[in-house]
């Protein structure tokens, strides 16, 4: 019987103890973001662009790695399709 006490009393702390945290809701991340995407025109473009990285040795880097792709495919057509393929992800 004092162990269901215990256990009882236990789960009821910890209920009050995580009810009464301070962590954000979905809802209000969202509209946090929305307040720093509507600062500034390079947030705004910095929001709509997310995690694409702009620089242009990543691209350069990306295209050599896919033209190795497109030159090692059997046939022309399969090489064009591999190296659409690997440029439209970024990788």
């Known amino acids: 019987m004092k162990n269901y006490l215990l256990i009882f009393f236990l789960t009821i702390f910890t209920i009050t103890i995580f009810s009464n945290s301070d962590a954000a809701t979905l809802r209000e991340l969202r509209q946090q973001q929305e307040e720093e995407c509507k600062k500034s025109i ?16 990543d691209y350069f880097k990306k295209r050599k790695k896919c033209s190795d792709l497109r030159d090692r495919a059997d046939t022309v057509y399969q090489g064009k399709q591999l190296y659409k393929q690997c440029m439209d992800r970024y990788s």
């Open 42 to 57: 390079f947030s705004r473009i910095k929001c709509k662009a997310d995690d694409y990285n702009f620089s242009p040795t």
